[in-house]
């Protein structure tokens, strides 16, 4: 069965994305959007990142699944479109197709290529199940095309990855999911749970330097999106939990001053300043909920680990 890799929609243009990035180098407070972490080898380096032993929310989400996943399966129910945002490597989704048993699977994901690749092996392994990969940036704005199935759509977004929008923003991503899914639609979502500080630390800011990797990596890909001349080594990791923002932050500082251009602009960083990358939101589980009832969605089910770290909620379209 042919799989479809679909380019992003015509609004993903070059300029569109140049301008975004000069708009945040530009700030007051310097700033680059989460998903310019992604490209393919940011990609590879956050799959490196879930094998950390620090890093917890990706054991803690699949011990879930493993635990659960019966029960999940009964809640979500089978013949579905399964609609994977951010699917990366897509393993994810591939762990639950004996549960769920999609008529479709649907792998969105910024990093077209790496998402291929990934969609390319997935079709050995289930070659009845109909397949479409659509690199496109869904952050902003979402519409499928018409090759994705209406019936049933099912949205999964594990990882906890809603947790890099500010809760207003994850409220228009989620009325968004939901003006597409229909009535009979549904989402499966991994929602990271507030814990101890220390815990969130070393998960952001690993022993090994993965993350710290992870991060500078967005320089290089600036370089390449906005013929930028970052100096990689001239800048250094920075992940903590910010209590007050009841999120995680990660942040590059500058070693050092320096200049740097850019197409169509540039900007002096004094030694200490810093560029935000990154936020990862930590929920209450009450919190959670309410999210998704101002969203659009009733919550049937929720499933945590035993210390409460995270939880895999179910939530059908209501309204």
Same mark, same amino acid.
């Given at each position: ?57 990706? *054991? ?9 996943? #019966? ?22 989704? #591939? #762990? ?56 049933? *759509? ?7 990855? /809603? ?14 999911? *939901?003006?597409? @899914? ?91 300043? @810093? ?17 998704l009832e101002r969203s659009g969605f009733e919550a049937t089910r929720v499933w945590t680990d035993p210390q409460r770290w995270f939880?895999? /909620? ?6």
């Amino acid at each position: 069965m042919h799989i479809s890799c679909t380019e992003a929609p015509p609004r993903a243009t070059n300029a569109h994305v140049a301008g975004e990035l000069h708009a945040g180098l530009a700030a007051p407070q310097a700033w680059i959007a989460p998903k310019f972490l992604y490209d393919a080898l940011g990609s590879k380096l956050f799959e490196a990142i879930c094998e950390l032993p620090e890093y917890y929310p990706t *054991r803690v989400e699949a011990a879930i699944f493993a635990c659960h996943g #019966a029960e999940i399966a009964r809640a979500a129910g089978s013949g579905a479109t399964l609609v994977d945002l951010g699917a990366g490597n897509c393993a994810k989704a #591939a #762990a639950l197709f004996p549960l769920l048993a999609p008529a479709q699977y649907v792998a969105v994901d910024i990093s077209a290529e790496f998402l291929c690749d990934a969609l390319a092996r997935l079709r050995q392994r289930f070659p009845l199940i109909a397949m479409e990969g659509l690199g496109m940036d869904f952050s902003s704005r979402f519409e499928l095309p018409s090759q994705v199935r209406a019936a049933r *759509r099912l949205f999964f977004y594990p990882g906890s990855s /809603i947790g890099n929008f500010t809760p207003d923003e994850a409220q228009g991503l989620l009325r968004r999911l *939901r003006a597409q @899914c229909g009535s009979d639609g549904g989402l499966l979502i991994g929602i990271d749970l507030a814990k101890d500080k220390a815990v969130l630390d070393a998960a952001y800011d690993d022993a090994l330097g993965v993350t710290a990797a992870f991060n500078l990596n967005v320089l290089r890909h600036v370089n390449r999106l906005l013929g930028a001349d970052f100096d990689i080594r001239a800048w250094r990791h920075h992940g903590f939990y910010n209590p007050a923002q009841g999120r995680v932050e990660m942040h590059l500082e500058a070693v050092r001053r320096q200049e740097v251009r850019w197409n169509g602009g540039g900007r002096v960083f004094e030694a200490g300043d @810093c560029i935000h990358t990154e936020n990862s939101y930590k929920y209450q589980q009450a919190e959670a909920i309410a999210l998704l009832e101002r969203s659009g969605f009733e919550a049937t089910r929720v499933w945590t680990d035993p210390q409460r770290w995270f939880a895999v /909620i179910h939530a059908q379209a209501s309204g």
